[in-house]
């Protein structure tokens, strides 16, 4: 019970690695106020957090909005009277073309969510975190390792949200507040699973076969599972790490090292 008492906030909730982190926190004890553009999902999210006894609270959002960001804030307190943990967990399919063939307009609108909404976020959730000497945990990429082609535009985002969460762990650690960050590689959830069988069906292999491949790269022979990303975000919220801030962990089976 790492998380009890604590209320956690986790924007961009899916069907991923979003409500894994939602889950894996209501399971260390916390309740949780989950967020994304679209509300549907969320209520489906509610009733798994309910189904292990802490309360959730549903807030359609927009983060790329200010008013729609501002809201989440006011009704994040209003509901539960503290914020201890922001997880900034919003994210949006990179363009996958290399930068001679990115329009501008592609890297903007990454930065506008991972880095403009993520500042945002962070900025109205401050208050609160510093009266509860609480962290925030920002969920990045293993982008940031490598320079692979294609994934160009996606670096930039991400690369930026890296230095933002640095200088956010400076400039709030003298009101006690902890910034740090998450960077997993693959997911093995249903996206990558999704993508790994249009492949095999593409290039006439099986899942099983391009699994097998991937995994050959890391260290551990597999790719991790969004509960256990969800864990390490777990752990960077909860007392075990009140010492550490600033700190990006990589949880990818080995596949790069830092």
């Known amino acids: 019970m790492m998380l009890e008492g604590k209320v956690v906030v986790v924007s961009g909730v899916g069907p991923s690695l979003g409500r894994s982190i939602a889950l894996r926190s209501a399971a260390a004890g916390a309740d949780l ?34 008013v729609s960001a501002a809201a989440l804030v006011e009704s994040s307190v209003d509901a539960f009277g503290h914020v201890d943990v922001l997880v900034n967990n919003a994210f949006a399919i990179p363009s ?30 401050t208050p609160a ?27 930039i985002a991400k690369a930026s949200l890296l230095a933002m969460s640095q200088t ?6 003298p009101q006690g507040v902890r910034v740090n960050t998450i960077a997993p590689g693959y997911i093995w959830g249903s996206t990558l699973q999704g993508y790994f069988a249009h492949m095999a069906e593409k290039y006439g292999t099986t899942s099983e076969q391009i699994y097998q491949q ?14 256990e ?5 777990v752990f960077l919220a909860s007392p075990l790490a009140r010492a550490i801030t600033g700190q990006c962990l990589d949880v990818n089976c080995g596949e790069y090292h830092h």
């Open 33 to 66: 106020v989950v967020a994304a553009r679209s509300k549907d999902y969320l209520e489906v999210v509610a009733k798994d957090v309910a189904a292990l006894g802490r309360q959730a609270l549903v807030v359609a959002t927009d983060i790329t909005d200010a």
């Open 96 to 125: 996958m073309k290399d930068l001679a063939h990115t329009d501008e307009s592609v890297i903007r609108r990454g930065l506008e969510l991972s880095l403009f909404g993520t500042l945002r976020l962070s900025q109205l959730f």
């Open 129 to 155: 975190l510093a009266d509860s000497a609480g962290s925030i945990v920002m969920i990045n990429s293993a982008v940031i390792r490598h320079s692979q082609p294609k994934y160009g535009s996606y670096k």
């Open 168 to 173: 956010l762990a400076s400039e709030l650690g």
């Open 214 to 227: 991937t995994a050959a790269a890391t260290d551990l022979r597999r790719l991790p599972e969004p509960d």
């Open 229 to 233: 990303i969800a864990d390490a975000v």
